[in-house]
Nanobody, 127 residues
Framework: QLQLVESGGGLVQPGGSLRLSCAAA????????IGWFRQAPGKEREGVSC????????YYADSVKDRFTISINNAKNTVYLEMNSLKPEDTAVYYC????????????????????WGQGTQVTVSS
């Protein structure tokens, strides 16, 4: 059974860093796109970043570009989201997702293309 499990969230001060992990089970990441999404209270879910191991494609939302870095460790079947220079507006529940329709291309941020979602991990940026 395909499963995604996020970890690494927590409370951090503005300007701090966190690394989120998305461990995959039941499938290998080699040929799937993995997206990171977030949802803050009272706001719509938004795409944060996407990676596809085959082809080396990565995408970032403008709001996190140059601060967040997505990477993949195929040996560990895990995707990471390194988050630096965190801001209070980064506070949200972060989810990783995948699916056969997710291509990590021009529509990488469309949540409806992702069929499988993790349970989410809370990130709170506050002093």
């Amino acid at each position: 059974q395909l499963q995604l499990v996020e970890s690494g969230g927590g409370l951090v001060q503005p300007g701090g860093s966190l690394r989120l992990s998305c461990a995959a089970a039941g499938f290998t990441l080699d040929y799937y796109a993995i997206g990171w999404f977030r949802q803050a209270p009272g706001k719509e879910r938004e795409g944060v970043s996407c990676i596809r191991s085959s082809g080396g494609h990565t995408y970032y939302a403008d709001s996190v570009k140059d601060r967040f870095t997505i990477s993949i460790n195929n040996a560990k079947n895990t995707v990471y989201l390194e988050m630096n220079s965190l801001k209070p507006e980064d506070t949200a529940v972060y989810y990783c997702a995948t699916g056969t329709s997710a291509q990590c291309g021009s529509t990488w941020y469309v949540g409806g293309l992702y069929s499988y979602w993790g349970q989410g991990t809370q990130v709170t940026v506050s002093s």
